[in-house]
C-alpha cells in the first residue's frame, strides 16, 4: 500500500493505471449539478505552498473540495516561514492542527521526502524544485490516453528547458512505466547531466522528431532557475526549439500539443498553435481537478 505520492517512479504500470481509470471515474462528476462526493467528509487536507502556482494550488483546492474534505490553504508568504520559521516546525504545527494529507510545494528538491518523514499523514508532492510533479504527469498521461485512445506505443517528444523541468522527469518515469516512448529534445545546456541515464532519448533537432510524433509536449523556459546564459538569445531559441504554426503543420494529422503552463506566448509555443484545436492545454487543467481527486480518494482511502 502507497502512503505518500512523492515521484512518478513510485507508481507501478498496475497503480498508475488504477489513477487514471478512477481519474476517469471522478470526470463524469463535473457533468453532474452537484460535483460533490461525500468521500473524505471530515477528513484535512493541507495545502502547503512555498512557491508560486495557479492551476496546481487551485486543482488539488477545487478537487479536495469535491471529495468534501476541509481544506486549509497556507502560503509561505505572509506565515512565519518568513520569520524564518523552518519546514520541520511548520509540519509539526500542521500535524498538530491534525492535517490528514498535506499537498506541498517547495523550491527546493527532495522537500516532500522530508516531510514525509516528520509527519503521520499523507504527503502529496505537488512539485519540488527541479525535480517532480507527479501528479502533472498522471494528469498529463490521462490527458493523453483520453485524446489518443492508449499510452502503449505512444511516441511522445517533451522539448525545452529540460533541465530545470520537474514536469519533464515524471513524465519519463510515468510515460516509461506506461509504455509509452519519450525523446528529450533540447539544446546541449537544457539537458540535464546523467539525462543518459534516463529511459528516454534525446535529440537535439526538433524539426527530425516532429514527423513521427504523436504527442509534442512543450516546456516554459524556466528563466527564474536560470543563473547564467543557457542560449544566445530568445529569437535564437524561438527560431530552433519553439513551435509555431509552420511546425505543427509538420506533425501527424493526429498529434496532439500539450504544455503544463504558464507558457511563455511567442518563446516556446506560438498562440496560433497555444489555441489551435490540437492544442490540450486547457483540457489538461480540467483533467488536473479529476486526477488529483483520484489521487487524494486512493491514498486518503487506503485503495492503493
Ligand atoms: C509547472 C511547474 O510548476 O512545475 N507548472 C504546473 O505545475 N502546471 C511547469 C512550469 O512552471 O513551467
Redesign the pocket.
Known sequence: MIRHLLSAGDLDAATATLVLDTAQEMASLADREVKKLPTLRGRTVVNLFY?D????RISFEAAAKRLSADVINFSAKGSSVSKGESLKDTALTLQAMGADAVVI?HSASGAPHRLANWIDGTVVN??DGTHE?PT?ALLDAYTMRSRLGRLSGLNVAIVG?VLH???ARSNVLLLHTLGAKVTLVAPPTLLPVGVDAWPAETSYHLDSVLPDADVVMM??V?RERMDQAYFPSAREYSRRYGLDGARMRRLPEHAIVMH???MNRGMEITPEVADSPRSTIVEQVAN?VSVRMAVLYLLLGGKV
Not at 502556482?53 to 496546481?56: C, G, I, Q
Open positions: 512557491e502556482s495557479t492551476r496546481t510545494r505537488a512539485g510533479h502533472q528547458d523541468s520537474r514536469v516546456l516554459r524556466q503544463p503552463g504558464p488536473g
